[in-house]
C-alpha cells in the first residue's frame, strides 16, 4: 500500500510560483509512476504532469507545459511539481497519484491517491 499526501497549496497572484510535494509512505515510489491531476469546482480532474518510475521520462498536459516541472526524488520517497507562471485558470484541488511505471496521463489507471491540497491564483 501506498498513502500520499500532497502540500504545499495556497494563494498566489498571478504570475507567481507554487512548489508541491506529494510524500509517500507505505511502500518506495520506486514501483510506480507518478501524476498530478488537479480539479476545478464543477470540472471533471484532470491531467496535469507524470513522471516515470525513475524519472527518465516526463508528460505534461498542455495547459501547463513550458509552466510546470514534475520531479522525484526517490530517496526522500517524494515527488514534486514546480508552478510557475501559474493564472487564474490554474486554481483547483491538485492532487498526487502512484501508477504505472511509465506515468501514465490517465487518471482511471493510477492505484493511490493523495487527498489534494488547493491552489488558489488570484488575478
Known amino acids: 500500500q501506498v498513502q500520499l499526501v500532497e502540500s504545499g497549496g495556497g494563494l498566489v497572484q498571478a504570475g507567481g510560483s507554487l512548489r508541491l510535494s506529494c510524500a509517500a509512505s507505505?511502500?518506495?515510489?520506486?514501483?510506480?509512476?507518478m501524476g498530478w491531476f488537479r480539479q476545478a469546482p464543477g470540472k471533471e480532474r484532470e491531467f496535469v504532469a507524470a513522471i516515470s518510475w525513475n524519472g527518465g521520462s516526463t508528460n505534461y498536459a498542455a495547459s501547463v507545459k513550458g509552466r510546470f516541472t514534475i520531479s522525484r526524488d526517490n530517496a526522500k520517497n517524494t515527488v514534486y511539481l514546480q508552478m510557475n507562471s501559474l493564472q487564474p485558470e490554474d486554481t483547483a484541488v491538485y492532487y498526487c497519484?502512484?501508477?504505472?511505471?511509465?506515468?501514465?496521463?490517465?487518471?482511471?489507471?493510477?492505484?493511490?491517491w493523495g487527498q489534494g491540497t488547493q491552489v488558489t491564483v488570484s488575478s
Open positions: 497519484a502512484a501508477g504505472p511505471r511509465h506515468g501514465s496521463s490517465a487518471a482511471p489507471e493510477y492505484y493511490y
Open positions: 507505505g511502500r518506495t515510489l520506486v514501483t510506480y509512476g
